[in-house]
């Protein structure tokens, strides 16, 4: 029978297929295309070895033609493993889902296979051999993959800081993000105070967009604002005139102003003014205008309180003089109770001749005025008498409680500073008797022998004694005379004087020596209206130890007893000779009281 191919179709695969018959037999033999390789039809032949002998089983002995095939292999198209792709600046690859081997090389892929910049691309995978391989659709034409690379999106980046404040130096915007798709332009630096734009531009819009998709530049505002700059003061707003240039400084320097106005000489009132550089700078306050700052070049008064309270000066600024409120007067309690009197202020320390009026004289340089304490001779004293006696060091008024007064004279001693003559004689018919004693009064009374010179008088005035005795005399006089009739020492005791509503009846009749001293006060209590020449002192007459011969030449021995002192107080000279001197005490001169305080 005849043979046939065990096999007569095959499958192209690179490798060469042989046909095989379906028995094998010595009676023929296969040949013809027993073996392929590529796609195509076959025929192989079978032939009777001897046709002599064999014959098919048909009775015919022609050669057998048996046709095979070979046919095209299929493939599934592949596909792209990743068809889209984001731009990173780097190279992308497509692959395909079938990784082409040695043994599967029945296409290739060409065309966009490898690409980096945004965009669509098409990768192309081709049969190697149309002949031998086609699609499994039985096509076999080139197959077209698309894949694309996508364009990055990029987040819109910040600036770190978008408000400066002006300090003169640069300032330089950074961005919250770097990243090589963008790039900072524009106003990136700036100095000076003001508005600006920042532009960051996508170095490629090919391959990079912003995350919202646009690809424009974005333009990033930022300001440097004004430098506030705290308002300066003067280190010193006034200066005391020296006739030299005098100039002002701020308490603080800065760049951002300038001073002017702050260098004067005379005298008076000045502005000095602070000028901003507005375009970068402003007040702490957000002004901007010119600050003007007062200060004077003044004439200092200066007070020396001499012991007392501290005065402030006060300062002229008017350059052709001024008169100046007076301050409130110093306070002191150095002096004691009389001497803490503030009397005025002086031109003059020590002497205290120079009164500054304030109603009048005017401040034209500078100057210091002096504080004088208390009362100085001449003075209007508080009684409305004029002080002719005043010493630092109190004397005592003697009185209750002296060793010399061994009677109640209805006072106790005190201490003082100042006499006080009144501004009046005590008497209204200005003449009055000493008294009406013709005998020495004792109990203490101060008495005075007539001597040869220098007499007891010169004696005790110089070195001080009975100053102060006044008063206790007078006491005595009155306590020995009684309150019948009138006389120079009830006079005085009972003389009065009023002023600011404070009555002063601490008046008494002058010693001797204490009549001295208000005729050693000269020119000091000039104009002290005088009605007589002669006036009694409460100072007697005294025999005891007399010398015989040296009383005055209208006197004899006989009126040792029946005589006191009395004092001229018009006599210009000062030798004991006619300015004091002794009259009966029935005779009548003028009474003038005292006072110590």
């Known amino acids: 029978m005849k043979p046939e191919l065990e096999q007569n179709h095959f499958v192209h695969n690179g490798s060469p297929h042989t046909v095989e018959l379906t028995a094998e037999n010595g009676a023929y033999e296969l040949g013809g295309d027993i ?12 032939t009777l070895t001897d046709t002599d002998n064999f014959e098919w089983t048909d009775g015919t002995s022609d050669s057998l033609n048996l046709t095979w095939t070979i046919g095209k292999q299929q493939f599934a198209k592949p596909e792209l493993v990743q068809s889209h792709f984001t731009h990173t600046g780097s190279p992308h690859t497509v692959e395909l889902t079938v990784e082409l081997t040695v043994g599967n090389d029945a296409y290739e892929l060409g065309g966009d296979v490898t690409q980096t910049n945004a965009g669509n691309y098409t990768a192309v995978v081709t049969l190697t051999s149309t002949d031998d391989y086609e699609w499994t659709d039985g096509t076999s034409d080139p197959l077209n993959l698309t894949w694309s690379i996508g364009k990055q999106q990029i987040d819109k ?3 770190t800081v978008n408000q400066f404040t002006f300090n003169g130096s640069p300032h330089t915007v950074e961005l919250t993000a770097e990243n090589d798709a963008y790039e900072l332009d524009g106003d990136v630096t700036q100095t000076n105070a003001g508005n600006y734009t920042a532009a960051v531009t996508l170095t490629s819009t090919d391959d990079y967009e912003w995350a919202d998709g646009t690809t424009e530049p974005l333009n990033l505002n930022w300001s440097i604002g004004k430098q506030q700059v705290a308002k300066p003061a003067l280190t010193v707003n006034q200066f005391a005139f020296n006739g030299s240039p005098r100039t002002v400084t701020l308490t603080e320097t800065n760049a951002a102003y300038t001073l002017s106005g702050h260098t004067q000489t005379n005298a008076g009132n000045y502005t000095a003014t602070v000028t901003l550089d507005t375009a970068n700078n402003e007040w702490a306050d957000g002004t901007t205008a010119p600050l003007n700052l007062n200060w004077s070049i003044a004439f200092m008064v200066s007070f020396n309180s001499n012991g007392g309270t501290a005065v402030e000066q006060i300062a002229v600024v008017t350059h052709t003089g001024a008169t100046i409120t007076a301050p409130a007067p110093p306070t002191t309690t150095a002096g004691g109770a009389t001497l803490n009197r503030f009397r005025g202020w002086y031109r003059d320390n020590g002497t205290f001749a120079q009164a500054w009026n304030f ?16 009362y100085r001779l001449g003075d209007t004293g508080p009684g409305g008498g004029r002080i002719f006696y005043r010493v630092e060091t109190p004397f005592t008024v003697l009185g209750n409680g002296s060793s010399s007064v061994p009677i109640d004279v209805g006072f106790a001693e005190y201490q003082a500073h100042y006499l006080e003559v009144a501004p009046s004689n005590a008497s209204l018919s200005n003449l009055e008797a000493w008294g009406f004693s013709q005998v020495e009064i004792g109990n203490g009374l101060t008495s005075f022998r007539a001597t040869i010179s220098p007499d007891d008088i010169f004696n005790a005035f110089n070195l001080g004694l009975y100053i102060g005795s006044g008063r206790k005399d007078t006491m005595i006089i009155i306590a020995e005379l009684g309150t019948n009739g009138q006389y120079a020492a009830r006079l005085a005791a009972e003389y009065t004087t009023n002023v600011n509503s404070i009555t002063y009846a601490d008046w008494f009749l002058p010693s001797i020596t204490e ?6 006060c ?6 002290l209206p005088l009605v007589a020449t002669w006036y009694w002192s409460s100072s007697q007459h005294t025999s005891r130890g007399q010398v015989s011969g040296h009383m005055p030449w209208f006197l004899d021995e006989s009126d040792y007893g029946r005589l006191a002192w009395m004092m001229n107080l018009t006599y210009g000279g000062r030798d004991g000779d006619g300015e004091w001197s002794l009259l009966h005490k029935e005779d009548t001169l003028a009474v003038r009281a005292i006072r110590a305080f």
Do not use: C, E, K
């Open 35 to 46: 073996t392929g390789t590529d796609f195509g039809d076959y025929t192989a032949t079978v």
């Open 157 to 159: 980046p910040a600036l």
């Open 359 to 374: 109603a009048t004289d005017t401040v034209s340089d500078n100057i210091t005025l002096h504080a004088d304490w208390g």
């Open 515 to 520: 009549w001295i001293l208000l005729r050693d």
């Open 522 to 527: 000269g020119s000091d209590v000039s104009g």
